[in-house]
């Protein structure tokens, strides 16, 4: 196996994105580790998961920063100290700004629960429910300025049912953000990805399956 790269994963919440990623590590999926896990919330649920895998973890304060800048600053210094080669934004609640995009451009990732362009923003399952599509999703994605903005890596195609409620169509997508994510950081560590303007070319074998990308819901199983 090539040699780890070192992942800097930014989270306020759960963390199941983030445990995902370790357990790539873990496993042996992945050819990257999670050496710093940073957290804008002191009490975040993921913190707990990167202390029991033994992974230093770190609050940043927001109330302490009087502007976004000063905070992306300070987060940018920490993942420097860490040799961070790839930043993974893994339900972190803040709008980053250039201060923590520049130095890290075309090496910040962002998960985001929707087909993006489609549902940017918070409560992305639920606004997916009501506006009635058949399929939602999720993206993974490099992150430029702006609201869940930037290059698309990799995405997966999730289909609603009538009945679907946000908490059910949130937990059908959760289960392939735990899938794409890994993925899009392996792709990364193997450099097989090349940002060309909004495009990302993902280059080697087994990168495409275009074959089995028809997706029809729902179906009329009849001629
Ligand atoms: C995920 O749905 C992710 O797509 C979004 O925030 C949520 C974070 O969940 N950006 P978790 O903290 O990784 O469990």
């Given at each position: 196996m090539s040699k780890k790269i070192k992942l800097g994963v930014l989270i306020s919440g759960r963390g199941s994105n983030l445990q995902s990623i370790i357990d790539a590590s873990k496993a042996g999926n992945i050819d990257a580790e999670v050496v710093v896990v940073i957290s804008d919330?002191?009490?975040?649920?993921g913190l707990e998961s990167a202390r029991v895998n033994n992974i230093d973890t770190i609050f940043i304060n927001p109330?302490?920063?009087?502007?976004r800048e000063e905070y992306d600053r300070k987060v940018v210094e920490e993942l420097k100290k860490y040799k961070v080669a790839l930043v993974l934004l893994a339900g972190f609640m803040r709008i980053v700004t250039s201060a923590l995009i520049e130095p890290f451009r075309d090496r910040i990732m962002n998960i985001h629960p929707?087909?993006?362009?489609?549902?940017?923003?918070?409560n992305a399952q639920r606004q997916a429910i009501e506006y009635g599509v058949k399929f939602s999703g999720c993206t993974v994605h490099f992150v430029e300025e702006?609201?869940?903005e930037g290059p698309i890596i990799i995405q997966a195609v999730v289909p609603v049912s009538d009945n679907d409620t946000a908490e059910s169509l949130s937990k059908r997508i959760l289960k392939y953000e735990h899938k794409i994510y890994p993925m899009a950081v392996q792709f990364f560590a193997e450099g097989r990805l090349k940002v060309e303007g909004r495009r990302v070319a993902v280059s080697g074998?087994?990168?495409?399956?275009l074959g089995e990308g028809i997706l029809i819901n729902p179906y009329l199983n009849r001629r």
């Amino acid at each position: 196996m090539s040699k780890k790269i070192k992942l800097g994963v930014l989270i306020s919440g759960r963390g199941s994105n983030l445990q995902s990623i370790i357990d790539a590590s873990k496993a042996g999926n992945i050819d990257a580790e999670v050496v710093v896990v940073i957290s804008d919330k002191k009490d975040a649920q993921g913190l707990e998961s990167a202390r029991v895998n033994n992974i230093d973890t770190i609050f940043i304060n927001p109330k302490e920063y009087k502007k976004r800048e000063e905070y992306d600053r300070k987060v940018v210094e920490e993942l420097k100290k860490y040799k961070v080669a790839l930043v993974l934004l893994a339900g972190f609640m803040r709008i980053v700004t250039s201060a923590l995009i520049e130095p890290f451009r075309d090496r910040i990732m962002n998960i985001h629960p929707a087909l993006l362009p489609s549902f940017p923003g918070i409560n992305a399952q639920r606004q997916a429910i009501e506006y009635g599509v058949k399929f939602s999703g999720c993206t993974v994605h490099f992150v430029e300025e702006g609201m869940d903005e930037g290059p698309i890596i990799i995405q997966a195609v999730v289909p609603v049912s009538d009945n679907d409620t946000a908490e059910s169509l949130s937990k059908r997508i959760l289960k392939y953000e735990h899938k794409i994510y890994p993925m899009a950081v392996q792709f990364f560590a193997e450099g097989r990805l090349k940002v060309e303007g909004r495009r990302v070319a993902v280059s080697g074998d087994g990168a495409y399956h275009l074959g089995e990308g028809i997706l029809i819901n729902p179906y009329l199983n009849r001629r």
